[in-house]
C-alpha cells in the first residue's frame, strides 16, 4: 500500500470536489479498495473517506419503489423488510455474495464499483490491459476459468464479479449519481460497460462523481429467484448466476426479467432473451429457445468453455422452477 | 471529531499512518494479538472482530476509519478467568484444533448469534421472511467467513448450537 | 539421568492399560484450549520485541534466470526503510522434511517465479511492504524452462519400482480388469497461520520464535542455513497455527529473519503475505496416475498395477509417493508399481498433509470401486475379499490390520446399503442422491526421540521437549500419559513443548508425533517409577499410583522428600521397523447430492471408521479424523492449484481463489475409533492419526457422485464444469 493522503469529507459537494481531482479516489466500505491497495493495483495518494456523509438510508419512494442510500450496507439492504417482501430477488443476490462479515462493511455504492477477480489483474507482477493499459491480457491464453463468454474483446475478458447488481439489473433499477455536473440517474443496465479497447474504464462515473443511492421500481412481484452457481457451497465468486423474475398468466409467461452474472464484464441483460419467453407455455424446448438467444454469440477461452452449458443447463433450471413455483 | 477508537472500553489514540489497518493497530499498536492475520485480504475471516455491534473483518479497514467507534476483540469477550459461553463451549467440543482461527470463530459466532436473533436471514433460509429457525445448515452458511484449516468445523457447529440452545451460560 | 529404549520387539504387555489413574485415552478438553479461545496464546510473530523492525519479502518476477542488479537506491530514501537483505545465505526455497540441512540458498539464482530474492526492512510494516513493491530488480532471463510436467522425460524414482510376476498377461486373463487414468491437482497446505519469524541477537547467540513443526530438524537446517553452531541458536514455537507439512523444515522467512537482525543490529520480524505463503513455501505435486486392476471371477485380485507422474523442481529429492500404501493396501501376485518425477520450474514440491496418500488413495480406491462394478459385487466386500494375509511385495507381517473392522463397522454405523447398486436410482428435485464408500490407509511412521519427565517436589510433574502442538493435541496427551503413568490428573503436569532449549523430540509430521514422542514420555516415566517403586519396595510392574499416592498411601510429596525426580526419554525404533508393515487403516462412507443442472455436488453426510492403535485423547483423536475428512471434501470437490502455462507461476494464490472447504461444505461427520493394541508400532501400541483421516476419502465422495448421477470421473477436484462433462443425459 502506497502512502496516501486521509480525509474526511465534511459534504457531499466537498467530496465531489476532492475526488475530481488526481488520483484521488472515494472510500466507504473499503472491502474492495483496501483489498486492492494492499497488491498494489490501487495507487490512489488521497484518500476521502465519504462514510459519514450520511446517504444510507433506506426509504419509499413516491411511486412505491424503493431508495437505497449508497452508504447503506449490502447487509442493511438485504435484511430490510420492504427488500425482504417486496424485492427478493435483491435480498438473495445480496445474501449469495461474500460472507456476512464483509457484507457488514461493504456498501451499495461500493458493490457497484467492485473490480473484477480476474488473476492477472490482482498481481502486478503479470500483464494486465485494464491495470495496466497495453501490457496485453494475461487471461486469454493463460487461466480463464473464471472468465468472460460474452462481450470480450481482444483487450479483455475479464468478468464483474458481483452478486448484487446482477440482480438490480433483473429489477431494472436506477443509479443516482452526484458529481461536478450535478445529479444524474444511470439505469443499472447502463451503468456497467463492456471491455472494449479501455478494460480500465469499467462504468459511467466521471471524475469526481460518487454514487449516491440506488431507486427500485414499484415492486412488481412475480416469482423471485437468484440462482448462484459456485465452486464452494459458501464464498465463492459465481461461475455463472442468474436472476430471474417471472410470472405466469394463464398459463403462459407474462413476465420474464432476466440478468446473468459471472458471464460478462457486466451483469447480462439481453432484453430478447426474456422476450422470447413472453406469450408462450413454459416448455423444455422453450426454455432452450432463451438459451440458444442468450448464448448465441457466446464463446470461451478453453479453460472457461464449460461456462456456456452451463449457462443453458441453469437457466434452464431457474426457468423451470420458477414455472413450479409460479403455478 | 473524536480521534480515539475504544476497544473492549478503552480509548486510544489512532495512528499517524493512515495505511494502518484495524487489525494491524490491534495487533501492532496496542498490543491486542488475540485477533489474527490469516490473509489480510478478507478471506479467511481469522480477523472478525465486532465494532458498534456488527461483526467485520478487521484487514479490509483502516483505523483511521474508526474514530469514535467501539470495537469488541476476543479479548473482550472473555478472559481465560472468565471464559464467555462461546469460549467454554469451544473448549469444550474442541472447536479448535491448532487455535490461530478460532478468536475468528469465536468473535464471529457471538455477533452470528445476535443477527439470527433478529432474524437476518441468510443464503440458506428457506424464507426472507419472518423467525428462522436455528439449524446446522444456518450456522454452517453463516459461519463460513471463517476458514478452519485444521477441519473443525463439525466442533465448531456442534459449540455454537449448544450455546444457541442456551448451554453453557 | 537418559534412559535409552531401543525397540527390537513388539511390546503387547498393555502396560498402560494396567495403571491405575484413568485418564489416558479420556476425551480431555485440551490442556492449552484456554488460551487458545481466549486470544492469550502467542503464536511466532506475536512476541512483544522491543525495538523490532519489519522486514517483507520481495519475490522474483521471472521464471529461471539470474538476478542481474539490486538498485537499493530505489528504495532506501523512503520514509523509515532501514535496509535491503539480500544476503547469499538466504534461502529461496523451503526446507524439505526432515532435510536437516539448509535449503536451496543463495537468491541471485532464480528457479521459479515468486521465489524469494531480497528482503526490504523498514521502521514499520506498511513502509516495508510499500517498499518490498517499489524495489528495482534488474534480471537476466534464461527463456525455455520446462513448466508442463507432460512435456518432459521425467525420471524414474527407483527405490519405489516393483516388478513382480507379470501384470500385462494378468490384465490378459484376468475374468474382470480395470485401466484407468486419474489425475489430481496440486494442493496447498494453507495452515491458517502465515509463516512468521521474530529474529534477534544477543552477541553471538540467535533466537528465533518462528511457526515451525520440527523444530528438531529446524535448528540443524538454521545452523547449516547461517553456518553456525546449534548451541548458539534457540529456536521457539509453542503454538503453531497450522502446518499441514509447510512448516516441517525452515522457510525463507526465517533465515531472511536472522540475517536481517544481524545486519540491521536489531530484531526483524518478517511475515509472509498470504501471497508468498502460496507461491514460496510448499505445493503438493500434480500427479497423473495409471490404475491396473486385474480380478478373478470372484473379485479377487490377481494383478495391480500403479504408476504415477508427480514433479518438483531440479535439486529437490521430494516426489511425492504417491504409492507408498499401494504396495501393501491390497493383494495380488502380478505387480507392477513405478513413480517418476518431472523436473519442471514450478514453486518447490513437498509436503502437504497425507504426502503420497492424499492423492494416491482416491485413484486407487476410484479405481477399486470401477472393479466392484464390473464383478458386480458390493464395493465393501470387494475390499473385504482383497485384504493381503501379509506385505504382498515384502512377505512382512503386518504390526496389525483393521481394515477388515473399520469396513464392517463403518458400514454398520453408516447404514450402508449392501444391495445392488445402480447409478441415478435417487433423485430429489434437481438433485441426485448416492452412496459411496473408499478403504483408507496411511504407513506408520516413527522417530527416534527425547523428552525430559520431571516430577517435582511438590507433587505436580513437568514434562519438557522441544516436540509442537500444532493443533495436534500434543500437549494434552503428554501430560495424559504422563498422568497415567505417575498417578497424576493431568492438571497437575505442565508441558513445555517448542523450545530448543529442551531435549529433541520428533517434531510433527508424517502422523509419528505422538508415538515417538509419546514413546519418549513413557520411557522417562517409567524410570521415575522405579526409582519411586524402590523407595517403597516394590517392583516397577507392582507399582500402583492414583491421584499422588501409592496404593499403600505413600504420597508421592513425602516419597521424593523435596527433591525433584528427573528422567530423560530417549527412545529408538530398532528392529520391529523392519520386521513390520505398519499402517493405520481405515473405511470412509459418503452421502452425496449432485445437482443435475450445474453439477454442484454437496456432501449429505460423511463417516470415517479408522484403527490407528491406542487412542490417546478421544477428543483429541476423533478431532484429527474430522480434520482428514474435511481435507478429504477439499481434495473432492474445491481444491486446485492452478499454473500459468507460460511462466509456471501459481495463478490462485490466495483464500478466496484457493477453495478451502467452508463450514457450509462440511456437514455433520461421523467418526468411529476401531480400538486396538499395536505393540509393534510403539512402546505406547499407538500409531498415527494426523493423516489417515483424509488419505482415501475423496474417493469415497467421487463414488458417490458415480452413484448419485452416473458421472463416473477420474479427474479430481470435481468441480461443476468436470461433473456436467461426464453426466449422463
Known sequence: ?327 | MADTITVNGTAHPIPDDPRVSLLDFLRQHIGLTGTKKGCDHGQCGACTVIVNGIRINSCLTLAAMHDGDSVTTIEGLGTPDEPSALQRAFLEHDGFQCGYCTPGQICSATAMLEELGADWPSDASESLEGRIAISGEEIRERMSGNLCRCGAYANIVAAIEEVAAGGQS | MTVHFKQDEPDNSNRLDRMKQGVLGKPLPRIEGLAKVTGTAPYAAEYPVENCAEGVLVTATITRGEVASIDRTSVLSMPGVIAVVDDEKMCTRAAQGTANEAPMQGPRQVCYWGQPIALVVAETFEQARDAAKHLKVEYREEQGAPLDPNAVEPEEQEDETVHQGDLAHAMAEAAHSVDVSYTTKGHASAAMEPHAAIAQWDGGKLTVHASLQMLNYNITELADALDMEEENIRLVSRFVGGGFGSKLGISEEVVAAALAAKQVGRPVRVVQSRQQVFQTVMRRSETTQRLRLAADANGKLTGFGHEALVSNLPGEDFAEPVLQSSHFMYGGENRELMLKVARIHRMTAGSVRAPGEAVGMPALEGAMDVLAEKVGIDPVELRLRNIPERDPEEGLPFSSHKLADCLKQGAEAFGWDNGPRQPRQRREGEWWIGTGMASAARVHNISETRARVTLKADGTALVETDMTDIGTGTYTILAQITGEMLGLGPKKVLVELGDTRHPRGPGSGGSWGAASIGSAVYIACKAIREELAAKVGTSEEKLDLREGKTAGGDALTDLLGGNDLAREGHYEPGDIEDDYTASGFGAFFAEVRVNHYTGETRVERMLGAFGFGRVLNAKTARSQCLGGITWSIGVALTEALEFDPRDGHLVNCDLAEYHVPVHRDVPDLDVVLVEERDGAASPIQAKGIGELGMCGGAAAIANAIYNACGARLYDYPMTPDRVLAAMPE
Open chain 1, 1 to 327: 500500500m502506497r502512502p496516501f493522503q486521509f480525509s474526511r469529507a465534511p459534504s457531499l459537494s466537498e467530496a465531489s470536489h476532492q475526488t475530481a481531482g488526481d488520483n484521488t479516489l472515494a472510500i466507504a466500505g473499503g472491502t474492495n479498495l483496501l483489498d486492492l491497495m494492499k497488491l498494489q493495483v490501487e495507487t490512489p495518494s488521497q484518500l476521502v473517506d465519504i462514510n459519514r456523509l450520511g446517504f444510507a438510508d433506506i426509504e419509499d419512494t413516491d411511486d412505491g419503489g424503493l431508495r437505497l442510500g449508497a452508504l447503506a450496507t449490502n447487509t442493511e439492504t438485504a435484511v430490510h423488510a420492504r427488500v425482504r417482501a417486496d424485492y427478493p430477488v435483491l435480498s438473495r443476490a445480496i445474501l449469495a455474495g461474500a460472507t456476512q462479515q464483509l457484507r457488514n462493511k461493504a456498501t451499495n455504492g461500493g458493490n457497484l464499483c467492485q473490480r473484477t477477480r480476474c488473476f492477472y489483474f490482482t498481481n502486478i507482477d503479470q500483464p494486465c490491459n485494464k491495470r495496466d493499459p497495453g501490457s496485453g491480457c494475461g487471461a486469454i491464453d493463460g487461466i480463464a476459468k473464471l472468465h468472460a463468454i460474452l462481450g470480450t474483446s481482444d483487450q479483455c475478458i475479464a468478468t464483474y464479479p458481483g452478486d448484487m447488481a446482477v440482480a438490480l439489473s433483473a429489477l431494472g433499477a436506477t443509479v443516482q449519481i452526484s458529481g461536478g455536473k450535478g445529479e444524474r440517474s444511470v439505469p443499472v443496465r447502463d451503468f456497467h460497460l463492456l471491455p472494449g479497447d479501455t478494460p480500465w474504464i469499467e462504468n459511467v462515473l466521471e471524475p469526481g462523481e460518487i454514487i449516491t443511492g440506488i431507486v427500485l421500481p414499484a415492486p412488481v412481484g412475480g416469482t423471485q429467484i437468484y440462482r448462484k452457481v459456485r465452486e464452494r457451497s459458501s464464498y465463492a465468486f459465481a461461475l455463472v448466476s442468474v436472476a430471474a423474475i417471472i410470472e405466469l398468466t394463464d398459463g403462459k409467461f407474462s413476465r420474464a426479467d432476466l440478468a446473468f452474472g459471472g458471464l460478462a464484464h457486466k451483469p447480462w441483460h439481453d432484453p430478447r432473451v426474456g422476450e422470447c419467453l413472453l406469450g408462450q407455455p413454459p416448455s423444455a424446448e422453450l426454455f432452450e429457445k432463451a438459451a440458444d438467444i442468450l448464448l448465441k454469440d457466446a464463446h470461451g477461452f478453453g479453460e472457461n468453455d464449460f461456462k456456456i452449458p452451463l449457462t443453458r443447463r441453469t437457466l434452464h433450471a431457474v426457468l423451470a422452477q420458477a414455472t413450479e413455483d409460479a403455478a
